[in-house]
């Protein structure tokens, strides 16, 4: 009896997964990172210039695959999760140490799998598919500004492949903690096909041309999905991970695929090694102030002069103290700046926001220029409540980014023209006294017809 109940037993799911990444027609290198596992498959889309996009994605597959292991359910999302704050973190201290970095950003989108569930995660553009019963759907919804547009019903699936902003991604990896992660729990059967992409493919064709190709051997699906982008310019990196869950016993290797492939970002001896951050020097012994005094002022006659020395040692010496650790802060305050709203523009101020009788312990170091109103409304409420603040490096850091941000909307803006009100007559209005008398009234049964206002236009910013 046993016996049939353990043969009874659900089936034991698994992955059968190949990979592969390439650059495409356009791009002169590989920024897109892949890795896949029986547990585990990820695609990263890296961005911020050739010096910078293969580091980015390098850094999030990377971290990414440290978590992959045995987790199940919602363990499955806070893993996920967590691997995602650390490589924003890890993507931080990289622009802090390297300037030139400043910019740098990556998608990720794929899953984990327990065997009953697959645990999805996404930032950015990149896409997670399920091919189930003959039907593709997204497990994932873009973070850009076109699918802004499409959701709003403004522009159609294939106007988004063409539109001007295409590439304008609302949420990156980039060392900001407000581009949080989608997650979310999928049950999984056997016979779902999986495809997990960077836009290279996505970006190129409509879901359709996807769904159409999707039947059939993995390998041979691979190269119609490739084909189907080649002839529609492959302009950007291409990067496909296919996988089929059947039951059986898992198997396979973790792979790497693209720039995480290429870059050997913990070795050492590479030139592509990830920085790591310097440590500050210790800071030479500072002289006690009272044992220099204790030896100055030393006694030569005990009797005579104790009572000074207690006096000195009881008064001066905390005061001194005092003045030393007083000037000591101050020094340090005119070390910090901050970023805050001043006239309508965004300013850096040297020193902290507070006073100390009446006394302003900042100045004016910047004018940058920014003007308050071209920000998102998040940014704008961030620098309003002085959210950007630290060393002089970390400041002009937030100032670059709040420049992009800011040239960014306004050239949003620009596409985006408010509708203009159609003036309509008032019916209750008196007739004009010299309107001349041939003109033949309206009669009372007739009503003007009024034009259906138009929607106003989105700020896409706000």
Not at 18 to 23: F, Y
Not at 360 to 373: K, Q, Y
Request: aromatic share 4%; net charge negative.
């Amino acid at each position: 009896m046993a016996e049939n109940e353990t043969s009874a037993k659900t089936p034991q799911l698994a992955l059968r997964y190949i990979g592969h990444s390439e650059i495409g027609l356009v791009r002169k290198n590989n920024q897109d990172s892949a890795y896949a596992s029986p547990t585990m498959l990820l695609v990263a889309d890296g961005m911020g210039g050739a010096a910078a996009g293969d580091l980015a994605s390098a850094v999030v597959v990377r971290e990414m695959a440290r978590i992959d292991g045995k987790h199940t359910g919602e363990e499955m999302l806070q893993a996920l999760s967590t691997a995602v704050d650390r490589a924003s973190d890890t993507i931080s201290e990289l622009v802090e140490s390297d300037p030139s970095l400043d910019g740098m950003g990556s998608t990720a989108s794929g899953l984990m799998f327990d065997g009953e569930q697959f645990g999805i995660v996404n930032v950015g553009d990149s896409r997670v598919y399920l091919y189930r019963d003959q039907q593709l759907t997204r497990l994932t919804h873009d973070h850009s500004f076109v699918q802004t547009l499409v959701d709003d019903g403004r522009i159609s699936e294939e106007e988004s492949l063409s539109h001007p902003h295409r590439s304008l991604i609302l949420k990156v990896i980039n060392g900001q903690p407000q581009h949080t992660p989608d997650l979310k729990l999928v049950s999984a059967r056997a016979g779902d096909r999986l495809l997990i992409c960077s836009d290279g493919l996505c970006g190129m064709i409509t879901d359709p041309i996807i769904e159409q190709q999707l039947p059939g051997e993995k390998e041979a699906v691979v190269e119609r999905l490739l084909k189907a982008v080649y002839d529609e310019g492959a302009q950007d990196n291409i990067t496909i991970l296919l996988a089929d869950v059947v039951d059986g016993e898992a198997e396979g290797s973790e792979e790497l695929f693209g720039a995480a492939a290429n870059l050997r970002v913990d070795a050492p001896e590479t030139t592509n090694e990830i920085p790591l951050l310097e440590e500050e020097p210790l800071a030479e012994p500072r002289p006690d102030p009272a044992a220099a005094e204790r030896i100055r002022y030393s006694p030569t006659s005990k009797h005579r002069i104790s009572t000074w020395l207690k006096l000195f040692l009881a008064i001066i010496i905390p005061v001194g103290l005092l003045a030393a650790g007083g000037l000591g802060w101050y020094a340090y305050t005119q070390q910090q700046y901050y970023l805050t709203a001043k006239d309508g523009r965004v300013t850096v101020f040297r020193g902290v926001p507070e006073t100390v009788l009446s006394i302003p312990l900042s100045s004016i170091d910047t004018d940058t220029g920014i003007d308050i109103s071209d920000l998102p409304s998040y940014y704008r409420e961030q620098v309003t409540r002085m959210q950007y603040t630290g060393s002089k490096t970390s400041v002009d850091n937030a100032v670059t980014m709040l420049r992009n941000e800011a040239t960014t909307c306004k050239a949003l803006r620009e596409q985006v023209v408010p509708a203009q009100p159609v003036a309509t007559p008032d019916p209750t209005e008196s007739p004009d006294p010299l309107e001349s008398p041939e003109t033949t009234p309206t009669p009372p049964s007739a009503s003007p017809t009024t034009p259906e206002p138009e929607p106003p236009a989105l700020d896409p910013c706000e």
